[in-house]
């Protein structure tokens, strides 16, 4: 076996494109995906006409809030544009230079202080089925965002009111008396002149009205919390079932690295065992030179032992810029190995399948590019019975475990270590028996 | 004289197809034996059979795989490494003793000792069969099995393949040989097999089998159609 180790390691060396090509087509794959995994998305390009006054406010209760603080909030999650009129924003959007054009007329300063009229802005926005989907989804949330900032001024401002009432003072607003008593106060200066108050209807009538400020400055003062909860009637509390929360960055480094783990592994296994027919030579080693056992036991080791160390020199070499837990190196090794050599033994199996190394790296392509999606496709984005197909597929290859058993590894990430490398031992078995079977057929 | 080899009622099935049906003969110590017969006549098979490639249905060969140097059609090397590289690798699987010194001496006896730190892929098809026979005869075998050797050659190319197969049989190696041109057959083979439906149909001399065809036959490719028409597989 020894010899023909030192027989792939010569024939690798000499087929250098072959080997960079090889170690730099995942490398490269493997960033762009973790890339755009690590990234928020793009901010779109929007026109901005603002058609309001400079420097106009709305008067919400005793506050005045500025229209282009609005503005601000609501362009945050977009590459805002400012053009001048609602036309010159119309042919922006339809000469494809700005995604999107936002409106804000004139007269929303007064829609929204009006308090009985809505205030709208305009939205005209073109391009092709995915653009529409992404701008429309950008400017309904940063519109969410906006009108959440929105209503907490318009709560504060009907707080600040209720405090007024309670506790007396100045309201603000124009018009309002100044120096006003406040709820809290009168039960106890209407008792003064209850005592003073001779016994009959007057009293009574005294009594009652204090009765009244009793209760409606205690539950005037309830009111605030009402107010908050009406603004944001449902609140977020996140909890994480299993394991450690992942940052996305070191996830995108965990799939990278997996990917250039599958590819290398898969492809070196997969054309290592495709040479051997390709080159009439299968015969004639396994006449009795070396059984089909060993010759399998070679390749997987030789696949495994180059895309181990690939991505292993990858991990490290990432570590340094993003940060990872070196404390948990030994997992990151038992991950990686297992992963290898599940991967080198699915390349066994479909180089055993093929009758040339080119073949087999077409179909080992074909068989890998889907994985990847495949694995990343979260449960929830697709539907119940195509998520259970995808379930299948991504369960009966190594590509998902091996993702699995790096995110424990790196992140620890759930599940645990332990199922996902079960899952690669069992699934290196199986196509390691796929693969003696191929080699059985292929003589 | 013992035989160096024995085939003993040998057959091979794969599936429902019969390849190869109760086939003996004996094939002596420096003697060249050819094998003729149609397109899937069982040739290769039988070849393969007796090299171990694969391993027959029924019936034995006296010989272990590894007492038998296989060559097959298309030369079974490597193009990325040199004629040294492919014979040192062959001879360290073969466990030969002394590796290096049995490629010196394999190098010399089929005269690549010129080529040799060239790569098989850059050599002509003549001196890529001469590296695939020279790799069968590492393990020095007592019998070396050609599959259609010379079929990709020039004529140039396989006089000296030739040349070299009759060296080995002079030095008491047996040789058996398919081929698919009787006349190659004709000139070369000590004895002549023919198989038709995986059977064997005639084991004897090429003079033998002229006669067969009629007094006067002298063509060999003329009296082997004559005698598969009368007596091979489709004659019942």
Known sequence: MRALLRKDLLILRRSRLLLAVLVLYPVVIALLIGFAISRAPSRPRVAIVDETAPGETIQVGSRRVQVGEYAHQLFSNVEPVAVGSRAQARRQVADGKVLAAVVIPSDIAARVSSGTSQGQIEVLYNGDALEQSLVRAQLRSALAEANLGFSRQIQDAAAEAIDALV???????????????????IPGELRRVIARTPAGHDREALERIARFADFAAANLGVSKRVLASV?????????????????????????????????????????????????????????????????????????????FLVALAMLAGVGIFVSLDWGRFPQWLLALACGALAFAALGTAIGSLARDARAASIVAFLILLPLIFLALVPAGAVGHGFYDVISVISFVFPFKAALQALDAAVNGASPSLGGPIAHLIGLTALFAVLARAGLRRAL | MSAA?????????????????????????????????????????????????????????????????????????????????????????????????????????????????????????GNRQRVNVAAGLLGDPPVLALDEPSASLDPAQRERLWTFVKELTATGRAVIFSTHNPAEAQRHADRLLVLDGGRLRFDGTSGELLARAGAGETD?????????????????
């Open chain 1, 231 to 307: 603004g944001q009637p449902i609140a977020i509390h996140t909890e994480l079932v299993h394991g450690r929360r992942t940052p996305l960055d070191s996830f995108a480094v965990v799939v990278a690295v997996a990917i250039s783990l599958m590819f290398l592994g898969v492809l070196l296994a997969a054309g290592g065992i495709a040479l051997e027919r390709e080159e009439h030579v299968l015969a004639r080693l396994v006449r009795g030179l070396i059984s089909r056992g060993a010759l399998l036991v070679e390749k997987v080791g030789l696949a495994a032992a180059c895309s």
């Open chain 2, 220 to 236: 060999l490719e003329h009296a082997l159609v004559w005698f598969l028409e009368h007596e091979g597989a489709g004659a019942a």
């Open chain 1, 167 to 185: 506790r007396g003072g100045s309201l603000g607003t124009l018009g309002a008396p100044s120096n006003l008593i406040g709820l809290e106060q």
């Open chain 2, 5 to 125: 080899l024995s085939v003993e009622a040998l057959g091979k099935r794969f599936g429902d197809l019969v390849a190869l049906e109760d086939v003996s003969f004996e094939l002596a110590p420096g003697e060249l034996l050819g094998v003729l017969g149609p397109n899937g006549a069982g040739k290769t098979t039988l070849l393969s059979a007796i090299a171990g490639v694969q391993p027959p249905s029924s019936g034995t060969v006296s010989l272990a795989p590894r007492q038998v140097g296989w060559a097959p059609q298309r030369a079974a090397l490597y193009g990325k490494l040199t004629v040294a590289e492919n014979l040192e690798l062959f001879a360290r699987l073969e466990r030969v003793a002394e590796p290096r010194a049995a490629v010196e001496a394999m190098l010399e006896q089929t005269g690549l000792g010129a080529r040799a730190g060239e790569q098989l892929a850059r050599l002509s098809g």
